[in-house]
């Protein structure tokens, strides 16, 4: 059976990424399931550089499909921070509780049409004869007033999506991977993947 593996750290992506590509009929298997160590410098400019940066250093430790996520949060009202800096964002093992109170404090007076956010997600590929391919997506939304709900991970309890009238830590993990900015951009690269 084929191999990807996946250059990520990031549990909560893991199991969202295991469900996306289930139907693939491929092994999925995270850095630690595969037994690669590595934490390279993600010092891109773009989502795409930071998944390329991931995905090619897995890559050179093994002989693997290799696909990586970098991704995050635009707040349009905060000139789309945190950005790329989403998990570096207050400090990378600063809890979310934190984060996400922070950034409701941040927006604090803001209006509902003021408060509109987005997640990007750039998913690279590096294919054994060195090939690169990369896909993005995103998922529009605004930034709720208190955090909600249980399930998905890092901001996802203060990310509202107007046409669930919930935030996606709300939403099932089906729901969530059906219309997330990682759902998409995972699927744009399993088309990507019949064309190579
Ligand atoms: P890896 O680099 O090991 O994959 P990471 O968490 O450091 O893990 P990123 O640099 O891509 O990954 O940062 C993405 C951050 O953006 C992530 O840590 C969350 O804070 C946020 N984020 C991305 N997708 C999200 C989602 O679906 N729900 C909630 N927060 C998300």
Redesign the pocket.
């Known amino acids: 059976m084929k191999r990807i593996i996946f250059?990520?750290?990031?549990a909560?992506?893991v199991r969202?990424i295991k469900a996306i590509l289930g139907d693939l009929g491929m092994e999925i298997l995270s850095m630690k399931e595969a037994g690669i160590k590595v934490e390279p410098e993600?010092n891109g400019a773009t989502?795409e550089e930071?998944?390329l940066i991931?995905a090619r250093a897995v890559a050179a430790l093994c002989d693997d499909i290799v696909m990586?996520?970098?991704?995050?949060?635009e707040i349009d009202y905060l000139n789309k921070e945190?950005g790329?800096y989403?998990?570096?964002?207050m400090g990378?093992d600063t809890p979310?509780s934190i984060?996400n109170a922070n950034l409701i404090e941040r927006l604090n007076g803001v209006p509902d049409e003021q408060r509109t956010a987005r997640?990007v997600?750039a998913i690279a590929a590096v294919l054994p004869d060195g090939r690169e391919l990369t896909t993005r997506a995103t998922i529009e939304g605004r930034i709720d007033y208190e955090e909600k709900g249980e399930g998905?991970?890092?901001?996802?309890p203060i990310?509202y999506v107007p046409e669930f009238g919930k935030t996606?830590a709300e939403l099932t993990a089906e729901e969530?991977n059906q219309v997330?900015?990682?759902g998409k951009a995972l699927q744009l690269m399993k088309e990507e993947l019949k064309n190579v």
């Open positions: 250059a990520t750290g990031n909560g992506k969202e993600e989502y930071n998944a991931k990586a996520d970098d991704s995050g949060l945190p790329v989403s998990a570096r964002y990378e979310y984060k997640f997600c998905g991970f890092g901001y996802d990310f996606t969530k997330s900015h990682r």
